[in-house]
Structure formats: C-alpha cells, structure tokens
C-alpha cells in the first residue's frame, strides 16, 4: 500500500510540473518492477484508480482483478463540467492561497465523508501532518489540477489508456462505493458500465470510504482474489 509520490511519507517533489499522470504512472510502474509484483489485486481509490491503472496497462500479466473505489478510469465525457472543487483548484492565486498557505483540503477532509466523525482527532492530524510546511504541501493542489478542465488537459491521453484497458479486462472486479462522496459519489453508474461484470457494493460513505466502511472493501479483496484470474479466466473458454 504504498504512499503517491508527494503524500504520505514518500519523496515530495518542489515542483508542480512533476506531477503529472504519466509520471505517477510511471514512479507506480517502478515500484511494481522493481518487487516484481503480480499477478496483483489492484485496489484504487481517487487518483490512487488511474495511476494504477495506467501502470498495469503497460504490463500485461501483472493484473489479477481490480477493486476500485470513488475513482475515474476514464476522460471526461461530453458535457463534462467540473466539480466546484476543481474548478477552484485550477483558478489561480486564490487556490494557490487556500492549498499552500491555509493547508486545504487537508483541513476539511472531514467535509466530504458520510460520517464527519470518521476524520477527525488523531485520524485528522495523521492526514495532515505528512503535509506539514510549504516544502511539503505541493501535491494537494498539483493533483486537483491533474483533473481535467478541458478537452487539452495533458491528462487526457493518460485517462483514454486507462479507459482503455478497463474496458478489455475481462477478470473479476468489484465497485466498492461511498454514494455520499460529494465529488465522486454519481461516478459509480458510469464506472459500473465501463466493468459490466464487476460487483457494486454501495455504501453511504463519502470519499475517503476507507475510514469508513474497511470491512465492506476488505470483503471485496477477498472476493475478487478467491476468483479465476483474468487469464485463467480466458482460458477457460477454449482455444
């Protein structure tokens, strides 16, 4: 489970411009090589989905079912308008304020659960603290700007592949989703089109569903891993 580059306790890189689909994607891709990881249960949630995603497309193999949760693996559709989240995110000089300076979103995180309580205490401050400082805080604000804005988004090409590939995965896969996500929650529908034959666990968590429903997500895993692979799966319709 590891940290995105930039979060947790991983390296934070100073400039923005290094945070870029692609590039997640690729320090992702690293990681897996490098413990020579696979065939996987790959579990993502919020950028956490594409970033996988587009590193297991690269590699054939590697995938053994997917659970995803309050994610995208897609460009936006037509008549695609961002979130008032995003499009604060991209407005210049007030976001910059707000996310380098007041420490948003990670002061109200709590805003977009089902459950307010489920981040608030030591939860909340251990969201925070890996964040702490203007050296530290990049990746806040360097992420929402990865979401799309507009039909030339660089993140555009990235999110196609991952369309891509999730649409030709014919292995086990599950939906874990917090309806009550007040960015991500109405996704689940078109995600459910994109994996017809995946589980849909709804549940009235909100974004960070993980410190709110653990074992409905836990139940998920386990499902998915006791399937037939993907491969084996194709297999087993004969040459």
Not at 88 to 106: E, I, K, M, N, T
Not at 140 to 152: I, Q, T
């Amino acid at each position: 489970m590891p940290d995105l580059i930039g979060l947790g306790l991983s390296s934070k890189p100073r400039e923005a411009a290094a945070h870029t689909l692609v590039n997640h994607s690729r320090w992702v891709g690293e990681l897996i090589d490098g413990l020579d990881l696979g065939p996987v249960v790959f579990v993502g949630q919020d950028w956490g989905g594409p970033i996988g995603l587009h590193a297991l497309a690269a590699r054939p193999g590697r995938t053994r079912g997917l659970v995803l949760m309050n994610t995208v693996a897609s460009p936006p559709r037509a008549g695609f308008k961002p979130t008032l989240f995003h499009r604060f995110a991209h407005a210049r000089g007030p976001s910059d304020v707000a996310f380098r300076l007041l420490g948003f979103p990670q002061t109200a995180l709590w805003s977009a659960q089902g459950d307010r309580r489920s981040i608030s205490g030591e939860v909340a401050r251990a969201y925070r603290w890996p964040l702490a400082g203007r050296s530290n805080n990049v990746a806040p604000l360097a992420l929402a700007r990865m979401v799309p804005n507009g039909p030339a988004h660089p993140s555009i090409e990235a999110l196609a592949a991952c369309q891509a590939f999730v649409e030709g995965w014919r292995g086990p896969a599950a939906l874990v989703w917090g309806d009550r996500d007040p960015i991500l929650g109405s996704v689940v529908t078109w995600m459910a089109r994109l994996l017809p034959q995946a589980t849909v666990a709804h549940t009235p968590a909100g974004h960070f569903l993980q410190e709110e429903v653990p074992d409905v997500i836990a139940d998920a895993i386990a499902r998915v891993a006791a399937e037939p692979s993907g491969e084996l799966a194709a297999s087993s319709l004969g040459p």
